[in-house]
């Protein structure tokens, strides 16, 4: 078995594997120098903490102990499909019966003019060492993208007492998934912070000095920042797969197994698009935590011949200033919204198809407020439930019993 990508979901699969009592060689390739680690963390604690620290997924230790072999520091860069091999950068060559695509996905490129290195993305921990020392006291950081990523960096580098603007095209910061509602709560938090959110301004030219960064906005005026971080999303590293003849539709496209077109190669995780059966078998690409997770394991499953379909439903949290988002499903696919109101100011939108399925439930609240009733909610959605909406907004009903019902 051989897995192309170390990052969470490549590190989840090898060590599932194992898990299932497959005894054959499993070979894991990164491309970076570090053991397999979780990404959340390079936004919030990788930022923040006294002495940033990558939270391994496995040690050297562990690897060895379940026998699986981590090549680092190298990519792979053709498969020979035909010949079941897979060449890498340093020109050696790996065998395979099954193959694991587990490339994840990259930070899109601003494409403009002007760009040089105090311009930064932000993906590996190596790029959270280099933005975190900039984050400090009198240095102003510009971050351009009003997402997840861009806005919890913002909050780091608050805490930090770095001077902060954020620059979103868009009308609105969190666009994507995000009732403008919860996106609203989550602005001001910012704002009170001291925080600059820009919004519906797009950017008209970027300059990099080498001492500071000079942004231009569409309406003419400027910003001035010791350091550009750029967060607009994230495309699927999709290449090796395309070179390969593999099916790319929004990512590596699979089936609801995760296997490609061909029948040894599988992907999950960021690279991969994949039909949801819960959403009547709609093709997405998820870029969060747990689909990570879930999806390594269940390729490492299916790989051994289980033959199972990805049945999970999607969900994505964010920390920011002691307010936790937890959104379960996709609310794009909801057409009405009922609201149910928790303590401490908390709060679920509940998101209801035509027919009065319950598609999706976001909620936002202090600490783990809205953490238990979203859970729930995601049991309602996996259930293709139509609970009364009157009962979704009334917190005299507990969501465990329109479960059981």
């Given amino acids: 078995m051989v897995i192309i990508g170390a990052g969470e979901c490549g590190g989840r699969a090898a060590l599932t594997l194992r898990d299932l009592g497959y005894e054959g060689p ?41 026998s699986i072999r981590h090549i680092h520091s190298a990519r792979a860069v053709a498969i020979d499909r035909a ?8 020109g050696s060559s790996l065998a395979y019966d099954k193959l694991l695509l587990a ?39 510009a ?27 868009q009308p609105r910061i969190l666009m994507r998934g995000v009732p403008a509602e919860i996106a609203e709560i989550i602005h001001k938090a910012h704002e009170t912070e001291g ?3 820009l919004t519906g301004q797009g950017i008209a030219a970027i300059a990099d000095n080498g001492v500071e960064v000079l942004v231009t906005l569409a309406d003419g005026n400027e910003v001035v920042a010791d350091l550009a971080v750029i967060g607009i999303g994230a495309v699927p590293v999709t290449a090796l797969a395309a070179e390969a003849g593999l099916a790319i539709d929004n990512g590596i496209a699979v089936d609801g197994t995760l296997r490609t077109d061909d029948p040894d ?11 949801l059966g819960v959403y009547g078998g709609r093709r997405v690409r998820l870029e969060a935590w747990r689909n990570a997770q879930e999806q390594g394991a269940l390729a490492a499953k299916n790989m051994l011949g289980a033959n199972e379909a990805h049945a999970a439903v999607p969900w994505f949290w964010s920390d920011q200033y002691g307010l936790t988002l937890q959104i379960a499903g996709l609310s794009d696919e909801g057409r009405s919204t009922v609201r149910r109101d928790l303590d401490d100011g908390a709060f679920i939108l509940f998101h209801l198809a ?33 609970p009364a909406p009157e009962a979704l907004g009334s917190q ?3 969501l465990k019993s329109l479960l059981a019902a």
């Fill in 265 to 275: 190669i599988f992907a999950a995780g960021d690279c991969c698009s994949f039909p």
């Fill in 83 to 90: 010949a079941h091999v897979v060449r890498l950068s340093d």
């Fill in 396 to 398: 005299a009903v507990k």
């Fill in 143 to 169: 971050i351009i993208g009003g997402g997840f990523i861009g806005l919890e960096l913002a909050a780091s580098a608050r805490k930090l007492g770095a001077t902060v603007t954020v620059l979103e095209a």
């Fill in 195 to 197: 925080v600059k959110v």
């Fill in 26 to 66: 499993v070979t894991l390739v990164g491309d970076e120098p570090h053991l397999p680690y979780e990404r959340p963390p390079l936004s919030k604690e990788a930022m923040t903490s006294e002495a940033p620290l990558i939270k391994a997924i496995a040690s050297d230790e562990l690897l060895a102990e379940r």
């Fill in 354 to 386: 035509d027919d009065g399925r319950l598609v999706a439930a976001s909620g936002i609240g202090p600490g783990n407020a809205v953490a238990r009733d979203i859970r729930l909610a995601e049991m309602l959605i996996a259930k293709r439930a139509s």
């Fill in 103 to 141: 490339t994840g996905s990259a930070p899109r490129k601003l494409p403009m003019p002007g760009l040089g290195g105090r311009c930064v993305y932000l993906r590996t921990f190596n790029d959270a060492l280099a933005i975190r020392a900039h984050l400090s006291a009198g240095n102003r950081v």
